[in-house]
């Protein structure tokens, strides 16, 4: 298995724009995270899927932020519009609740908004 | 939520000498007591974990014990090397049929040669 995916690794923006970070999970797994991680606010969970129904968004910081899991393949965050404030490395990781614990997180994409 | 802290943040030894590094917790209910070890640049990946049901666990130069009374667990390296310098993360699992991790904030270790 090619572990967690996330593309792009490094993306650059300005502020007010669309920003998408995609992740494909492990297959056969059945739980999504997307996390932040600032050295300031360290690794914060954002939001979490499980079956690819989202069950805890409260980490979400504000409507700018959204995500989706279409299929299990598949999730997206996105951030409309961008600010500088939101520069920082975006994990997703994935996990099969009630089997194995543990959390696969992906290479994260790096955010940087100027 | 689940109330994680971990101590210290900043942990600085000597290369060969060991290294702890305490987790505690407020969520009397949590059965599942991992650590991650994230290097610079790198993603966290799990490198020793602990269940309810057991005291201690180790894997070659690392080892976790868990406190169950006290609520905090712990992680042990022994003789200490260089790659070792990372910043380890607890994550217990709270309560509940869904696992919504709390991460600590991290402890960075540092090994010097």
């Known amino acids: 298995d090619a572990g967690v995916i996330q593309s792009p690794r490094h993306e650059v923006t300005e502020m007010g724009q669309e920003v998408t970070l995609r992740c494909k999970p492990i297959s056969g797994h059945n739980s999504l995270f997307w996390y932040r991680q600032t050295m300031m606010r360290g690794l914060e969970l954002l939001i979490y899927?499980?079956?690819?129904?989202?069950?805890?968004d409260s980490g979400m910081p504000e409507d700018r932020f959204s995500a989706k899991m279409p299929n299990a393949s598949f999730s997206t965050l996105k951030i409309q519009p961008s600010e500088p404030r939101d520069s920082a490395v975006y994990f997703c990781?994935?996990?099969?609740?009630?089997?194995?614990?543990?959390?696969?997180f992906g290479p994260g994409t790096r955010l940087l908004v100027l | 939520g689940e109330n994680v802290e971990q101590h210290p943040s900043t942990l600085s030894v000597q290369e060969g000498d060991s290294a702890v590094i305490k987790c505690t917790y407020s969520d009397s209910a949590s059965n599942y007591f991992p650590w991650y070890k994230q290097e610079l640049g790198k993603r966290p990946q799990l490198i020793i974990d602990i269940r309810s049901n057991v005291g201690e666990k180790k894997d070659q130069r690392i080892a976790v014990t868990l406190n169950k009374t006290a609520k905090h667990f712990s992680l042990h390296i022994t003789e200490t090397q260089p790659e070792d310098s990372a910043v380890y993360f607890c994550a217990p699992k709270g309560a509940g049929g869904s696992y919504i991790p709390t991460f600590g904030r991290g402890t960075s270790l540092i090994v010097h040669p």
């Open positions: 899927f499980n079956n690819n129904v989202p069950i805890d």
């Open positions: 990781a994935s996990s099969f609740l009630g089997f194995q614990e543990t959390q696969y």
